[in-house]
């Protein structure tokens, strides 16, 4: 249905009412209004809205609502998902219902840039992420704090802005994450906020981690296992007294900090110190905590992974083992072949595969506190003499480390490679092509870099044959796709 009445607002916008047909990229609705689209934020496919917008930009092709109303909402939205749809800024698909929010995502990420680039390749929606499993499987949090009512809160920014809006229940992590931050905020409560704007203040953000969910880890004989991480990240430790803090915050977290009993939470305290510029998070800087520790155990599949405030890590519990299946299914083993697993992080994938094969296996990864992450792990379950890392850039490592392991036998004949959102470079694709692979899988997150990269294989001589996908960001314009190439011919 197109759009119904057009008018001026006292602000000399342009409105009227629209009728959302889909979702951009972006994560906005889309309309269209005599001929020109419109990206309605917030609203959703099937959605009906009284809205104003500003026109495009010089060059622009898009008008953008500055705010809506919705006068019927969609057939497809569920407002039981989340009570923070409306407000954070996390999840612009959350307002869908979960099946039609896997089907939009399917077309919008895979099948129409897939298309458009001259694929023929099916690709199923997924199943998506089990009912009764939907809340409490993120692993990962990162939360800004910000004062409402002079109160210390935590949150989201909300979408397309900088605004923290509170959001320490998101249904999608673990409940003792919101006690965490609660507690926190608490001791925390004196310390300047840190202003992006101006780079003055101290408190810049909270990361939370916790290594069991989906699963749970081994506890050493006398030692409990450490799997709840919270990482405060300050723009300077010397503005504070940062002993005492931490002997607050730990007391907190323990649960002994006041005359009312209340849980052990059972947290490892790291700090982290980033006076850079900019909102990565936990970003650059050093590390400190008063035991001494610098990582958690994390289970994945079979194996327990040392992981840290910097340390890549899928974030969905429930979903990495599926992802991972998949990848692992589609390389069809015959369980002795050498393996390549490049942008390989902390070695999951690494390891998984070197339980399945007799072969070895060889890692790459950029980050060096990964790779030392890796050897550890691989130590841990006694395959360290069955896989190695190497730190560095795939495509600075990758031609010379498999003409010296040939030297020793290494024949790859079969890779995965996960590589990070800007995908692979020109020349890690030829290198590929030359490696003389029977089977590559590529696990990515980004469809984008993937369409553009699943060219340049083929062009190197790997026919793209299946493209599955994973649902690993519920209520987000995100689905990992796992493609499979065999060898041309
Ligand atoms: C999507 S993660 C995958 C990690 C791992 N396979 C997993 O599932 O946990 C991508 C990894 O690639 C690393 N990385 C990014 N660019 C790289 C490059 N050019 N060479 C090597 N590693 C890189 C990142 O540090 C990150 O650990």
Redesign the pocket.
């Known amino acids: 249905m197109p759009s119904m009445t057009s008018s001026k607002t006292s602000d000399n916008l342009p409105a009227g009412t629209l009728t959302v047909t889909g979702l951009h990229p972006s994560g906005a609705g889309l309309s269209t209004f005599e001929g020109l689209t419109v990206l309605v934020p917030g609203a959703i496919p099937g959605d009906v809205v009284d809205a104003r917008w500003t026109p495009p930009k010089p060059g622009g092709r898009f008008g953008l609502a500055q705010s809506f109303t919705v006068v019927s909402a969609s057939p497809d939205a569920d407002p039981t998902r989340c009570p923070l749809a409306d407000a954070c800024g996390g999840c612009p698909a959350g307002r869908l219902r979960y099946e039609a929010e896997l089907a939009v995502k399917t077309r919008l990420l895979l099948e129409e840039p897939l298309r458009a680039a001259g694929f023929a390749v099916p690709v199923e929606t997924p199943a998506g992420q089990p009912e009764g499993a939907r809340t409490g499987f993120r692993n990962k949090a990162i939360l800004r704090p910000v004062r409402i009512d002079g109160k210390l809160r935590f949150g989201m920014y909300r979408a397309r802005s900088h605004e923290v809006v509170p959001a320490e229940d998101c249904p999608q992590t673990p409940a003792w994450m919101a006690e965490a931050l609660r507690r926190t905020a608490e001791v925390l409560t004196e310390v300047p906020l840190y202003d992006e704007k101006t780079g003055e203040g101290i408190l810049r953000a909270v990361l939370l981690r916790d290594g069991a969910v989906g699963g749970t880890t081994d506890e050493e004989p006398g030692k409990a296992a450490r799997t709840r991480l919270l990482t405060p990240v300050l723009k300077s430790f010397d503005a504070v007294d940062l002993q005492t803090l931490d002997a607050m915050l730990r007391a907190a977290l323990a649960g002994r900090d006041g005359r009312e009993e209340k849980e052990d939470l059972r947290v490892t305290l790291i700090w982290r110190e980033n006076a850079e510029p900019g909102n990565a998070v936990p970003g650059p800087g050093r590390s400190w905590s008063a035991d001494a520790v610098d990582a958690i155990d994390a289970r994945v599949m079979d194996d327990i992974f040392a992981v840290g405030p910097d340390t890549?890590?899928?974030v969905n519990a429930v979903q990495?083992p599926v992802l991972?299946r998949k990848a692992i299914d589609a390389l069809e083993l015959t369980g002795d072949e050498d393996l390549l697993?490049?942008?390989?992080?902390?070695g999951?994938?690494t390891l998984a595969l070197a339980r399945r094969t007799k072969g070895r296996v060889l890692g790459?990864?950029?980050?060096p506190k990964?790779v030392e992450n890796a050897r550890r792990n691989a130590a841990r379950a006694g395959l360290e003499n069955r896989t190695r890392f190497e730190a560095?850039?795939?495509?600075d490592l990758l031609s010379n480390l498999l003409a010296e392991e040939a030297s020793a036998g290494f024949r790859p004949v079969k890779a995965?490679i996960?590589?990070?959102f800007?995908g692979i470079?020109a020349s890690v694709a030829k290198a590929l092509g030359d490696a003389g692979l029977t089977r590559l899988v590529y696990?990515s997150?980004n469809p984008q870099t993937f369409v553009r990269d699943a060219k340049r294989l083929e062009a190197a001589g790997l026919k793209l044959i299946r493209v599955e996908a994973v649902d690993m960001f519920l209520g987000a314009l995100h689905l990992e796709a796992v493609g499979t190439f065999v060898r041309n011919g």
């Open positions: 890549f890590l899928q990495t991972y697993d490049l942008y390989s992080g902390v999951t994938i790459i990864e950029v980050n990964s560095g850039l795939v495509e995965v996960d590589p990070a800007k470079e696990v997150c």
